[in-house]
């Protein structure tokens, strides 16, 4: 993980109990020295410019106050503090400035409210029918969801990326310049893409995918969090792989130049036959490996794996 700092200046939807529900860092900024101070501040006028200011209101028909804050990390290996602290991780991680795995995102959802995700802005679920009515005087209002972390493109739009489909990319997808998110793909959180990659399947929090991967329709790429741990074991696949139609790689690395054919799923303790050695064994003993094409055969109980 890195070890420096960052900071950022942004505008923060806290509603009138005092829940944040989200902050929003248009031009965050790593450190190049050591950092003084850690937390959010809120800050006055003179500490703004003109736009940010035009952006600092109460918004009643939400019951919502806009406020703008600053907002610093010393040290970006250290856990979160809170809510300012977790969304700006997230957009280092969506502007491209760190990698996924870069930052330390232990307690994440704890520190994160549930909200409802609206074109209007982001309100309180609690007292949202309420809030419904007295937005319904700016038109028709559209709910994105109800979630702790909102779409990436609603706070960050990397250059030269595709996505079909806004809501499956959520806020801390890193996306590496010509990765296309096609309309069943999915992104969560502190995963994506390191170089131009194809995902039309679903990555979870902490995974990971090279240049040149392709993610087929309806695959996963997953975390192997069955521990319960706080932090799932990071799953990374290298360069030029393919992960086929249905098939899924839980909780184990592939290197470079590896396929996992149409539906196979495979874990860390998931049966391989080794035609070559006419041996079997758990398919965590080639992760991290390349060269590895898996399939199902006829005639055999296993996948069978080859080079």
């Known amino acids: 993980m890195i070890t420096s700092g960052a900071s950022a200046v942004g505008i923060a939807n806290i509603a009138m109990d005092g829940t944040v529900l989200d902050t929003w860092y248009p031009q965050p900024e790593l450190a190049t020295g050591p950092v003084v101070g850690a937390g959010t501040i809120r800050l006055g006028a003179a500490k703004l410019s003109r736009k940010l200011l035009s952006l600092v209101r109460l918004d009643e028909d939400r019951m919502v106050e806009q406020v703008a804050v600053r907002t610093t990390i010393p040290d970006l290996s250290a856990p979160p503090i809170d ?10 991680l969506s502007h491209r400035m760190i990698r996924p795995h870069d930052t330390n995102l232990a307690g994440l959802e704890s520190l994160l409210a549930t909200v409802v ?68 793909g999915f992104v969560s959180y502190n995963s994506g893409s390191v170089g131009p990659a194809h995902i039309e399947g679903l990555m979870s929090a902490g995974t990971v995918i090279g240049a040149g991967t392709h993610i087929g329709l309806s695959a996963t790429v997953l975390t192997d969090d069955a521990s319960g741990a706080d932090i799932p074991h990071p799953v990374r696949v290298g360069d030029n792989c393919r992960i ?16 996992v054919g149409n539906n196979v799923v495979i874990d860390r303790t998931t049966t391989l036959r080794f035609p070559d050695s006419g041996e079997t064994a758990p398919a965590v003993q080639l992760s991290g490996q390349s060269g590895w094409r898996i399939d199902h055969e006829p005639g055999s109980p296993e996948p069978v794996a080859r080079r």
């Open 83 to 92: 809510a300012h602290d977790v969304y700006l991780r997230l957009h280092l």
């Open 117 to 184: 995700w609206t074109n209007k802005g982001p309100c309180l679920p609690k007292n949202f029918e309420f809030v419904r009515t007295s937005l319904r005087s700016r038109g028709l209002i559209h709910v994105y969801a109800i979630d702790i972390l909102p779409r990436m493109v609603d706070y960050v739009v990397p250059t030269g990326v595709r996505i079909a489909e806004a809501e499956r990319v959520r806020l801390g997808a890193h996306l590496a310049e010509g990765t296309r998110v096609l309309r069943e």
């Open 244 to 259: 086929g139609v249905g098939a899924g790689v839980i909780g184990i690395d592939l290197g470079d130049d590896c396929v």
